[in-house]
């Protein structure tokens, strides 16, 4: 049941993606700004996520504490967190309660999100090594 719910809300917000399994949605929606947006049913939660970038190695606390700061003031529903070496952008919401208006308020937070923090994020990826490759 809720996965034909989650397929009419994509239809009805009229974005671009696949259907990866039967649980398991990707949306790839340059119009929008949602390429690379995953939403998984994992009974009782839908999961909203999109990978952000690799963490740095360099600057981290900086880096941490603009997370924490957009986090607080900038990211209405979801949030930023790390998954292994990433920094995400993840939401969650129960299934037997979401509602339409819930799922577009996510995936409108996290189109935001990925137009106007990566730019602010994105200082703090890793710069190519520019002696790489060279002998």
């Keep these: ?11 009805d917000l009229m974005l671009t993606y696949q259907q990866i399994d039967s649980n398991l949605w990707l949306l790839d929606d340059e ?7 995953a939403i998984m049913q994992a009974e009782p939660l839908i999961i909203i ?40 952008l993840v ?12 799922f577009r308020a996510t995936l409108d937070s996290f189109s935001l999100a990925l137009t106007q923090h990566y730019p602010v994020l994105s200082v703090y990826r890793d710069k190519p090594d520019a002696s790489a490759g060279k002998k």
């Design 49 to 88: 996520r999109a990978e952000i970038m690799d963490i740095p190695k360099n600057n981290l606390l900086e880096l941490y504490a603009k997370l924490l700061e957009l986090n607080a003031t900038d990211v209405i529903h979801g949030a930023y967190a790390i998954d292994s070496n990433k920094i995400v």
């Design 1 to 11: 049941m809720a996965d034909s719910k989650i397929e009419q809300y994509l239809i």
């Design 31 to 37: 119009e929008h700004s949602l390429q690379g947006v």
């Design 91 to 102: 939401d969650s919401l129960q299934i037997n309660s979401m509602d339409f208006a819930d």
